[in-house]
């Protein structure tokens, strides 16, 4: 199959299966999503859904991670991987905000990468996700996924590399939801240790899937 094939097959059976995709984090507006996606870093959304009520309730605007301190706003997030770093991020990320951007999101990924704790793919997160701009985030799904359906050549060995091959390939319209397509079926489907490929819809386009069935004929074959 060839490399546009696959991109085909993969918009088509998405489009037509999950044609609505979005985080699974809990957020009401752009300031929330940012801090629950500095959050979620190497954890799980679920953990953060968990953390974040309290603290949006009593940490509801830039404004109020600015004028918090490390002791104050420590226990809300203990609870997370890397809390002392986080809570550090946090700080510095409502100070940022209130001086240097009026107490507003930017809406650039340059822009995000300047606030502490947020990086190209929390950026990348932000920016699609609240704008719809077609930036690719890659996470460990995104990323172990599209190699394994063969969308990204498996040389495409950065998050950086994987990102450039995503977004060239993928039409415009489609980028941002694309994000979530991969990160779900990464998630529930195509798990890193033991993906589920007898579950699978989409082992007809899959290298990965056509690489292993291959070895396991070949197995049966000598028996």
């Known amino acids: 199959m060839l490399k546009k094939q696959r ?25 929330q999503l940012l ?13 953060i859904n968990i953390v974040t009520p309290p603290l949006f309730r009593d940490f509801p605007t830039p404004e109020h991670f600015a ?11 203990k609870s997370v991987s890397y809390p002392s770093n986080k809570t550090k991020h946090l700080l510095g990320l409502g100070k940022m ?11 650039t990924v340059a822009e995000l990468t300047k606030l502490p704790g947020v990086g190209r793919k929390t950026a990348n997160v932000i920016t699609s996700v609240v704008w719809n701009q077609p930036n690719m985030a890659v996470d ?7 190699r394994r359906l063969g969308l ?25 939801v694309a994000h979530h397509w991969l990160i779900l079926h990464g998630r529930y489907t195509c798990l890193a240790r033991k993906p589920k490929c007898e579950e699978c819809a989409i082992t007809h ?5 056509e690489k292993n069935k291959g070895k396991a004929d070949r197995e049966d074959a000598e028996v």
């Open 7 to 31: 991109y085909d097959a993969f918009i088509k059976h998405f489009s037509e299966n999950m044609p609505v995709a979005e985080t699974e984090l809990h957020y009401e507006n752009p300031f």
């Open 35 to 47: 801090v629950a996606v500095v959050l979620s870093a190497q954890c799980t959304d679920k953990r």
């Open 67 to 77: 004028a918090s301190h490390f002791d104050e706003l420590f226990p809300y997030i």
């Open 97 to 107: 905000l209130v001086e240097d951007f009026g107490g507003e999101i930017p809406e």
């Open 140 to 146: 460990t799904h995104v990323f172990r996924v599209s």
């Open 152 to 176: 990204v050549p498996l040389t495409a060995k950065t998050p950086l590399e994987v990102e450039k091959q995503l977004v060239k390939n993928i039409p415009r319209q489609y980028i941002h």
């Open 205 to 209: 386009f899959c290298k990965f899937f």
